[in-house]
């Protein structure tokens, strides 16, 4: 058989407002053992009396069987009535698993139902809520800075060795299995079908043609260490000098022609490159053979932990000052997205209607197990500590259940005398 969970205590309660509870819960017993003793006093008191104290009796009579019949029924729910093991009684320190089963299928079928579910989120309001509390300048200032602190935080946890475990032990071996030559060859294939490379070509030729003005000693001094030996320095120069104006020229011409023929030479070879990859199995062996040695290269590691902490240095400078780059703009982006939020119904009406999807599929998923904590939870309760604290907070208004049933009881008694009488 399976080890039944042990009993365990509540959690423990406010100590001030379970002393309130308690002085309430005794001012309304006293209430209502006064009125029985009431009653018992006036039935002694007009017992063999007739005519109008003859009513009195009889209601005081009856008042005194619905006060004890009700003080039965509101003590049996959470102990044996003095203390006498009467069956049906103590119903909560025996029953409360019961008792919780029937709670768990209560949530579940009156609050974990979709269409109940979808009314409540939009009666909610929450993207209007949201919008309106992100208007407030404190509170999103506030959403900011809890944002850049948790950051900052988790910037903070992240050591070295972990980007070193995290390259070697899952970015490499994934690089090193999947090949690599399909997906270059696809993404060149891609770059080249929209033109995308275009851009870089005109920003490497752009730079080539600015450096090329800007550095005619470093070009001719560069030239100048491959001239041979023997030739003139006149000749030298004039011919270094001649090269630097070609040059010059030529990239100027790339630079202005779109069309240019070394432009078409290089979509060309990177046209050919891309179908190599994807269908010459010689340039995808040396592709391959390339990535292994460039992922067995001890530098990569050393590159990623570099790379790591200059972008973390970079936020954690930027996030930490309350001015800076980043919390500013953040702060714009929640200006604009509350005063979206404000101001486009629409926008609301879309992000309500996600919420409310979003809670039904938790709940749907996971709904189950949420209302068996309920079980799981009662059940460990040690059964008659559950019973006092269950009639700590809710034993005070039973007791009205006893002086109703007092004042009503003398009421039926005054009836049936007076019925019986007529019979009479």
Do not use: C
């Not at 005794?26 to 009513?55: I, K, S």
């Not at 200032?141 to 070697?168: F, Y």
């Not at 994807?278 to 050393?302: C, I, M």
């Not at 500013?328 to 609301?348: K, T």
């Amino acid at each position: 058989m399976p080890d039944t969970p042990p009993s365990v205590s509540l959690i423990t309660p406010d100590p001030g407002a379970d002393e309130a509870r308690r002085r309430g819960l005794r001012q309304m017993r006293t209430v209502a053992v006064g009125l029985l003793l009431l009653a018992a006093l006036v039935y002694v008191a007009t017992l063999g009396l007739d005519g109008f104290w003859g009513f009195v009796n009889a209601g005081a009579e009856a008042s005194m069987v619905g006060a004890i019949a009700d003080w039965f029924a509101v003590t049996a729910l959470f102990k044996h009535p003095l203390g006498l093991p009467i069956p049906h009684t103590a119903l909560v320190p025996k029953r409360k698993d019961e008792l919780g089963k029937g709670l768990e299928e209560f949530v579940g079928e009156n609050f974990l139902q979709e269409d109940i579910i979808r009314e409540r989120v939009a009666a909610a309001g929450i993207s209007a809520r949201v919008g309106d509390w992100l208007g407030d300048p404190a509170n999103a200032r506030r959403v900011v800075d809890e944002v850049s602190d948790v950051a900052a935080i988790a910037l903070g946890k992240v050591r070295d060795d972990h980007v070193a475990d995290l390259v070697t032990q899952a970015f490499v071996p994934r690089f090193r299995e999947e090949p690599i030559s399909p997906l270059l060859g696809s993404t060149l294939m891609e770059v080249l079908r929209d033109d995308l490379h275009h851009g870089v070509v005109d920003l490497v030729v752009e730079e080539m043609h600015r450096w090329l003005v800007d550095n005619p000693e470093t070009f001719a001094r560069v030239l100048g260490e491959r001239a041979p030996w023997w030739a003139p320095p006149r000749l030298n120069e004039t011919v270094t000098s001649r090269i630097h104006v070609e040059a010059v020229a030529w990239v100027e011409d790339i630079r202005n022609d779109p069309h240019h023929r070394a432009r078409d030479a290089l979509d060309s070879m990177l046209g050919q490159l891309a179908r190599d990859l994807l269908n010459d199995a010689e340039t995808q062996a040396r592709a391959e053979a390339f990535k292994v040695r460039l992922l067995d290269h001890p530098q990569v590691v050393t590159t990623a932990i570099s790379l790591w902490k200059a972008m973390r240095s970079a936020l954690l400078s930027s996030i930490q000052d309350r001015e800076g780059a980043v919390r500013q703009r953040l702060l714009v982006e929640l200006n604009h997205f509350s005063g979206r939020l404000q101001d486009d119904a629409e926008l609301r009406e879309r992000l309500d209607r996600s919420a409310a999807d979003l809670t039904v599929f938790l709940v749907e998923r996971y709904g189950a197990e949420v209302t068996t904590v309920i079980t799981s939870t009662i059940e460990r309760w040690d059964g008659k500590e559950a019973a006092r604290r269950i009639e700590l907070h809710v034993g005070r208004d039973l007791q009205f259940i006893r002086i109703n049933g007092t004042i009503v009881g003398g009421l039926v008694g005054v009836l049936i005398h007076t019925a019986s009488l007529l019979v009479h």
